[in-house]
């Protein structure tokens, strides 16, 4: 029987590599990639690391760095990273038998069998090749008998230029000595509260929590931690995963690009979000019996008088109709909604999910013929928007949306819009 293999693929630099894709004029430039509002930077080029632009720092404290290194910042363009990362995805399901999309930059790749007819690090390669030139963006790839060591794998790929972007741990001389030199903060699953825990346990490096006697870690940690000591042995603990799980919840939210102090303004925003998370509900097959409705201000700002709230209610049945979300979340929000605030952010969450057919309807309902119409307008509705976004809408979500987030240098939607695909001379 074939050893478990694993191939963690993960992009490099996904966001901003996708900004720099269709500007080859931007090969060399250090940029960033801002969060919702343009705030903070929340993706950097390999250039504005080196210049030492740091992860989650707000955009005013580096604009004196930007000016002087003519470093260029670019809003969040999430239909571009979305449709390039669906793209990415689509060639390593072509060139592995199994893949899991574990995140919008990164896939795990089941090559248990391959080493028999390819050389792992050589299959590696192909990838790493293929996805660059069937799309433009860089990969590195980690191969290794489990899938918390592939992601070490990855890590040393990424850092260790010489190894050409692939790295094969499924030596067990190469784990160990990769492991040595790694603190225990950068394993899969270990983050800063538990990393300090483990320290004051004597266990600085990912080979010495390789070492520890599970049964030990199990006793002291968790049955989570004890599998990631067998993990980093080479016993695979985690399956992959080809079919995502369905969500518990879907939550729709954004901070405004400008305080609401509009009660029609709020209504418009509300509605917006319900849209959006109904057709996510859809698109997960699923319908909703609970609805959550939510506001509040901004608790950083001195200027505002601090209020949050929300409410729920349920629904008599599931349901995954954009209308009938709409009119609870507007009853909700009359309850809600208070004068004078200066309102910063909001949203909705849908939760509480069925599969569609599953639940029991009362004995006097009729659900089956009104279930059947009210599905054939919804998927005409995302059928239509998939296609050209916001080709149709409710009214309550307003047109001109002034409240919505700030995005003042979004780039093109260079592969989701016809009238923006970019255009040779």
Request: hydrophobic fraction near 40%; charge should be positive.
């Amino acid at each position: 029987m074939s050893q478990n293999i694993f191939a963690l693929v993960d992009c490099n630099n996904f966001y901003a590599s996708c900004e720099k894709l269709f500007r080859p004029d931007l090969a060399n430039t250090p940029i960033v990639v801002l969060s919702n509002n343009d705030g903070c930077v929340v993706a950097r080029s390999k250039e504005a690391k080196k210049l030492g632009v740091k992860m989650g720092v707000p955009l005013f404290q580096v604009r004196e760095l930007m000016q002087k290194h003519g470093i260029l910042a670019f809003s969040s363009n999430y239909a571009l990273y979305a449709d390039m990362s669906q793209r990415v995805m689509s060639i390593l399901e072509g060139l592995a038998p199994r893949v899991e999309v574990y995140s919008i930059d990164e896939a795990f790749l089941d090559l248990t069998g391959v080493s028999h007819c390819k050389g792992l690090t050589e299959f590696g390669l192909s990838v790493r090749q293929t996805i660059q030139k069937c799309t433009g963006i860089t990969v590195c790839v980690g191969i290794a008998p489990t899938k918390t060591l592939s992601k070490l794998a990855n890590h040393a790929a990424k850092t260790w230029h010489k190894t050409g972007g692939v790295v094969d741990l499924t030596s067990k001389d190469r784990q160990r000595k990769l492991l040595a030199l790694l603190p225990v903060n950068e394993v899969w699953g270990i983050g800063s509260k538990l990393t300090k825990r483990l320290q004051q346990f004597g266990i600085d490096t990912a080979l010495q929590l390789a070492d520890a006697d599970p049964k030990y870690i199990r006793q002291h940690f968790s049955v989570l931690v004890e599998r990631t000591v067998r993990e980093l042995n080479g016993e695979s603990c985690i399956a992959l995963e080809e079919m995502a799980p369905t969500k518990k919840q879907i939550i729709s939210s954004r901070a405004f690009g400008e305080r609401i102090t509009d009660k029609q303004q709020m209504r418009e925003a509300i509605s917006e979000y319900i849209s959006r998370a109904c057709k996510k509900l859809r698109g997960e097959q699923q319908q909703a019996k609970h609805l959550t409705v939510f506001l509040r201000t901004s608790p950083f700002s001195e200027k505002d008088a601090p209020y949050s709230a929300s409410k729920s209610v349920e629904l008599d049945r599931p349901s995954s109709d954009t209308r009938i979300f709409l009119a609870k979340a507007m009853q909700l929000l009359d309850s809600l909604w208070v004068t004078g605030y200066r309102y910063a952010k909001a949203g909705v969450m849908l939760a509480d999910f069925y599969d569609p057919g599953v639940y029991q309807p009362g004995l006097f309902d009729d659900p089956i013929v009104q279930r059947e119409s009210d599905q054939e307008l919804m998927q005409l509705m995302d059928k239509l928007n998939t296609k050209n976004a916001n080709t149709i809408w409710f009214a309550s979500q307003g047109a001109k949306q002034n409240w919505s987030m700030k995005r003042e240098l979004l780039s093109p939607a260079y592969t989701t819009n016809w009238s923006q695909l970019p255009k040779v001379k």
